[in-house]
């Protein structure tokens, strides 16, 4: 499988801001777990023992944990990696910058001109025109030293 340079830092670029939404996820889940199991426990505490809303209590607080259990090992499974990607904050602005030279010489690539050059001995049997602005068809440049105040350059 070939993969450009682009798409890599962009499959980099996506799987680290997912990595930093999930993990973000996570933690807002376990707050939200934790101040609803707070509230379960409250509601248990003062309804009296035979209130109606008592029956389903234990079943929402174990399906709450169980919840909560799924974040945290979420959790526990990303913070290594995140650790790492906030010791290194430069990292994502030099993937930011790598994406912006990698988009430059992709234009400066695209722009790029290429023409056929055939030398005159094979130009014939290639039926190939022989253009008048080689150089040389120029005529001879006459180049002579510089001389700047007096003295030879």
């Known amino acids: 499988m070939e993969i450009t340079a682009k798409e890599a830092n962009q499959r980099i670029t996506d799987t680290i801001a997912a990595a930093f939404s999930t993990f973000e996820q996570a933690e807002a889940e376990v707050q939200y777990r934790d101040d609803e199991c707070d509230d379960l426990k409250h509601l248990m505490e003062f309804l009296p023992d035979d209130h109606p809303q008592r029956v389903g209590l234990s079943e929402r607080i174990t399906e709450n944990r169980r919840k909560r259990r799924v974040a945290k090992e979420t959790i526990e499974q ?66 002579e030293r510089r001389v700047r105040c007096g003295i030879s350059l």
Not at 86 to 109: C, D, P, S
């Open 78 to 143: 990303y913070e290594q990696f995140i650790d790492v990607l906030r010791r290194h904050k430069n990292f994502t602005k030099e993937l930011a910058q790598a994406l912006q030279t990698i988009n430059v010489t992709l234009g400066k690539q695209a722009k790029r001109y290429y023409r056929m050059r055939v030398l005159k001995e094979y130009g014939e049997s290639l039926n190939y025109r022989v253009s008048n602005n080689t150089a040389s068809a120029a005529p001879a440049v006459r180049r």
